[in-house]
């Protein structure tokens, strides 16, 4: 298992005003001194964050896995293939929300996805990604689609309400990490875990491999500090 830091909320606070720091390079070169197996960040179409110029930065300074999040547009398609990550983590897309609000409908975006995407990467020896809910039948189209990983969108069981709900999403996780690791893909998984509700995933949810984890993660370390709030995620994963 290995935790991947979305350092994107570092980029965040820098554009708040403008003035170039907190580098989310350095950032980055700090979680990954702390122990981090990769860097994780969102180049998004409206550029909230990340910024292109980032990205290219990002590529020179990681050790680690990169794995870029992205929408499958042309555009970032073009951009993900000249920075050549690791990993490239598709994810569906929308203007108005404040981060992403669920995984992909295999159903609306297969035939794009097809003829499209996917033949955009064949040969890159970049590994893709589908962010999904865990639905068997989302699962079984990636797995057509020829997808390396899955990463199970976990912010349903990450912000549900009682311990009944969330029972519930975990179950549902488990079932759809049996699901993927079954058909030969990667267990990867994020969204909405922090310090608390991971330990409960990593206890119920079988094959897991890249654990994606931002927004808790950099607010904890305004009071903790980077490299301590890493080790503390890592503690847990060990
Ligand atoms: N994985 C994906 C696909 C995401 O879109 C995000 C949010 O950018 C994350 C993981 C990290 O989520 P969080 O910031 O809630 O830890």
Redesign the pocket.
């Known amino acids: 298992m290995r935790l991947l830091v ?1 350092i ?2 570092i980029a965040t606070l820098r554009n708040a005003r403008g003035e170039g720091y907190p580098d989310p390079i350095e950032g980055a070169e700090v979680c990954e001194k702390a122990g981090a197996a990769g860097i ?1 960040f ?1 180049l998004r179409g409206d550029r909230r964050h990340i910024l292109d110029e980032d990205v290219y930065r990002l590529k020179k300074s990681v050790k680690g896995i990169l794995d870029f ?1 992205m929408a499958a547009s042309d555009e970032m398609i073009r951009i993900c293939k000249d920075v050549d990550p690791h990993l490239c ?1 598709l ?1 569906p897309e929308g203007r108005e929300e404040l ?2 609000e669920g995984g992909l409908n295999m159903a609306v975006v297969y035939d794009d996805f097809e003829q499209r995407v996917f033949p955009e990467f064949k040969d890159t020896g970049i590994e893709l990604s589908l ?1 999904l809910d865990p639905n068997p039948k989302d699962i079984e189209l990636a797995h057509k689609l020829g997808a390396d990983a899955i ?1 199970l ?1 976990t ?1 349903t069981f ?1 912000n549900a309400k009682d311990k009944s709900a969330q029972k519930h999403e975990l179950e549902r996780l488990k079932k759809g990490a049996e699901l993927i690791h079954e058909a030969g893909m990667t267990v990867n998984a ?4 922090n310090l608390n509700n991971l330990p409960l995933l990593i206890r119920d949810v079988p094959h897991l491999s890249d654990i ?6 950099i607010s904890k370390s305004i009071y903790w500090g980077l490299e301590r709030t890493v080790k503390e995620y890592l503690k847990i994963m060990n």
């Open positions: 979305n994107d909320h994780v969102h999040e983590t994810v981060t992403t962010f990463e969108h912010g990450a994020g969204h909405g875990l994606s984890i931002g927004h808790a993660l």
